[in-house]
């Protein structure tokens, strides 16, 4: 209703205004708080109230949504609750939609295991690059579970039902609680240390997020991603995921399925190996059967075609040859000695050892006459030697000083002083007489 001067809602207007002023004002939430006031009338809704230390809100599930939850609700229960802020108009109260409800403890495992996921997930740790295979005909297998709990019972019987020839070391360990993922991680590098499985099975049966957390510890995905020995988990039932079955090299959905992954089926293999051994022996028959027929049919081409006979021809052929090549060997044997003698008579006939006698007194004539000219030219070469010696000796300078000349010098630089101009007061000179030399100055 208007007036002139102001707008009027009515009560019902007014709680639409602002139900709607809410829906639009707040996303999807997520509250943390303490169920009170918990009603459950008979249309399957679901009434309560989210309180903390100092604050409360009232809170409304339909049945759409409450019939999917995974936990019951109870008076005094920790809980996150997502849903939308909304007002309840016939009353007026401001209430929250809730659309789903988790245990809060819950909620905070999750999200830690998502954090640790991703961390180690960015480390490379769940790579494929570091999955060790398993082996197919393992030695010994080694469990790592709780010693009391039906998993171990499931994998033993697995085990000796497939390969109950495999030894099986136990490595008992908690795997619920404060101590079980120390337990866990130390049993795993125990193993390690033994060195005597090849391969280690760790299980445990299913549980909620709370019971499966010794399997989301740092600690232990670090003690599965260093082991040597390939691992293989078998935790909780098939929707469990836990952060050891990313790590380890294999994730079994159970633990009995973990039991057949690492063990090989016996009487499997027994009727694979005697399939085999029969197939190996109608092979064999067929080949002998082949092989004997093959050694028949040569037989009988053997024996029509007479190898005796064949011999006795080429043993007959061959000495005809030989007869032959004897014969042909002497012919040209007498051939060579015939024209070897014949050689050696032209060789005497034409001896050089004569001609070489006239040669040598010839060399011994000419050697005498050279001897004879080298003597005559060696004493005219003495002779004119001598005299060019005499001539020299004559006009040697060394001569002119001994009769009283002498030879000026500059004293630096040794140059022969032939006149007075070359020289200045002052200079010095080097005069070489017969026995020595004099040092001067110029005055």
Known sequence: MQTTHRTILNVSELNADVSLFLKQGFSLLWIEGEVSNLARPASGHLYFSLKDSSAQIRCAMFKNRAMHLDLKPENGLKVLVRGRIGLYEARGEFQLIAEHMEDAGAGLLQKQFEMLKAKLADKGWFDVLFKQKIPLFPQKIGIISSPTG???????????????????????????????????????????????????????????????????????????HETTIPVVTGIGHEIDFT??????????????????????????????????????????????????????????????????YQLQQQWQRIEALEARLIRHM???????????YVIRKQLIASSPMH?????????????????????????????????KMTKLDAMS?????ERGYAI????????????????????????????????????
């Open 330 to 340: 002497r012919y040209q044997v007498e051939n060579k000695q015939k024209a070897l």
């Open 408 to 443: 000026v010098r500059d004293h630096d630089t040794l140059k022969v002083i032939s006149s007075v101009s070359q020289l200045n007061a002052g200079d010095r000179i080097n005069t070489k007489v017969k026995d020595g030399e004099i040092i001067s100055k110029v005055l």
């Open 243 to 308: 952060i050891a079955d990313f790590i380890a090299d294999k994730r079994a959905p159970t633990p009995s399925a973990a039991a057949e992954l690492v063990s090989p089926d016996s009487q499997h293999l027994s009727n694979n190996i005697l399939q085999l051994k029969q197939k190996i022996i109608r092979a064999m028959n067929t080949t002998l059967a082949q092989q004997t027929a093959k050694l028949a049919w040569l037989s009988k081409r053997l024996e029509q075609q007479q190898p005796a």
């Open 150 to 224: 039906a998993a171990l019972h499931d994998i033993l019987n697995v085990l000796k039902r497939r390969s109950p020839q495999i030894p099986v070391l136990i490595y008992p360990v908690a795997v619920q609680g404060a101590q079980a993922a120390l337990q866990l991680e130390t049993a795993i590098r125990q193993a390690n240390l033994d060195n005597r499985c090849d391969v280690l099975i760790i299980a445990r049966g299913g549980g909620s997020i709370e019971d499966l957390a010794a399997f989301n510890d740092e600690n232990l995905a670090r003690a599965l």
């Open 355 to 387: 001609l070489i006698s006239k040669k040598r007194q010839k060399l011994e004539q000419y050697s005498a006459l050279l001897h004879h000219a080298i003597k005559a030219n060696m004493t005219i070469k003495q002779s004119n030697l001598t005299l």
């Open 397 to 401: 300078p060394l001569k002119t000083l």
